[in-house]
T-cell receptor, first 111, second 114 residues
Framework: SQQGEEDPQALSIQEGENATMNCSYK?????LQWYRQNSGRGLVHLIL?????REKHSGRLRVTLDTSKKSSSLLITASQAADTASYFC???????????FGQGTRLTINP | DVKVTQSSRYLVKRTGEKVFLECVQD?????MFWYRQDPGLGLRLIYF???????EKGDIPEGYSVSREKKERFSLILESASTNQTSMYLC?????????????FGPGTRLTVL
């Protein structure tokens, strides 16, 4: 099974609302990263949170990390149509040399 | 800004052909990666390289090989393409210790093997 699993798999909200996506993982990590992918394109890095951090902000994005629950959440506030994309969490397992991606949450912002 | 380019956005090949996918990055990154992305399976790491002429197998290396003759270029080779290699292929690069830094992705190559 996946190291990182996003929830929900798909989310549809109205423009202006907040969107929350969750990521759970199984083993101890060095850091956790969130990426966005617009349809049919490459991934774009959004934010990195280290294992000793609990919360991080970047513009309208807020990421939290709870290492005791092995989970993270991505909050997008005041959503815009341009936020329509798939969002992936990726974890770096301690001792490993690679990112492990989840299957993503597909977010649709309705005008 | 970091730029990662891939040689083709779309590619159609026949079963048994040898296929080369090229990736170039312009930020002098040590690390380069090849992933494939399939519906329901997410991104899976095929190979990565942390230095020129160095390569490491990822999670699904079977049927693929790679070449890194120059720091900026990382090639993925399908020795004999098969229909189950139809997929989106994504190249990425990063600086510093593998796994700790942001990865920068190219736009992807959608490969269809007939």
């Amino acid at each position: 099974s996946q190291q990182g699993e996003e929830d929900p798999q798909a989310l549809s909200i109205q423009e202006g609302e907040n969107a929350t996506m969750n990521c759970s993982y199984k083993t101890s990590i060095n850091n956790l990263q969130w990426y966005r992918q617009n349809s049919g394109r490459g991934l774009v890095h959004l934010i990195l949170i280290r294992s000793n951090e609990r919360e991080k902000h970047s513009g309208r994005l807020r990421v939290t990390l709870d290492t005791s629950k092995k989970s993270s959440s991505l909050l997008i506030t005041a959503s815009q149509a341009a936020d329509t994309a798939s969002y992936f969490c990726a974890t770096v397992i301690q001792g490993a040399q690679k990112l492990v991606f989840g299957q993503g949450t597909r977010l649709t912002i309705n005008p | 800004d970091v730029k990662v380019t891939q040689s083709s956005r779309y590619l159609v090949k026949r079963t048994g052909e040898k296929v080369f996918l090229e990736c170039v990055q312009d930020m002098d990154h040590e690390n380069m990666f090849w992933y494939r992305q399939d519906p329901g399976l997410g991104l899976r790491l095929i190979y990565f390289s942390y230095d020129v002429k160095m390569k490491e197998k990822g999670d699904i290396p079977e049927g693929y090989s790679v070449s890194r003759e120059k720091k900026e270029r990382f090639s993925l080779i399908l020795e004999s393409a098969s229909t189950n290699q139809t997929s989106m292929y994504l190249c990425a690069s990063s600086f510093g210790q593998v796994g700790t830094d942001t990865q920068y992705f190219g736009p992807g190559t959608r490969l269809t093997v007939l």
